[in-house]
């Protein structure tokens, strides 16, 4: 079987994911955030004092990664580290004051873009949808 480039599913998924994170970034730049940022602000806003360990397995990023992540959301003013009381060895990542502002600002512009995306999309298209990126997820993993 000869397959063309357009059909290769990882050319599909590429293609895909490149023009998800441009539309992304461009609707995030006003809130000086990347979309990777976005990611890791929408997890303390749903659990507020995650360690860099816990953000590094939710997202499935390398520690050094998330380090890198935390540093520059901590220098734009919307994170601060923590070593945890109970292991000094690791540090938590909480949200400051204009961290949680944001969430009103950002939460929205997610939304929006979710509905955008997913538009025309059935529950159960979305369900198969996520069923089969799972899998495809787990053949890559071995």
């Not at 540090?91 to 025309?120: C, I, Q």
């Not at 059935?122 to 495809?136: A, F, G, W």
Request: hydrophobic letters at 35%.
């Amino acid at each position: 079987m000869n397959l063309r480039v357009e059909d290769y599913i990882s050319i599909k998924l590429h293609q895909t994911d490149l023009k998800l994170t441009s539309e992304i970034k461009s609707r995030l730049q006003p809130y000086n955030l990347a979309p990777e940022q976005n990611l890791v602000m929408m997890l303390l806003w749903e659990k507020d004092g995650l360690t860099q360990n816990q953000l590094s397995e939710k997202l499935g990023k390398d520690k050094t990664n998330i380090a890198r992540m935390v540093v520059n959301l901590e220098g734009k003013g919307f994170i601060e580290r923590k070593f945890c009381p109970r292991d000094r060895r690791s540090l938590e990542v909480y949200l400051t004051e204009d961290g949680r502002k944001l969430k009103e600002e950002v939460v929205p512009v997610s939304e929006a873009f979710n509905a955008d995306v997913t538009e025309g999309l059935s529950k159960q298209d979305l369900e198969h949808l996520d069923q089969v990126l799972t899998k495809i997820l787990n053949n890559i993993k071995g």
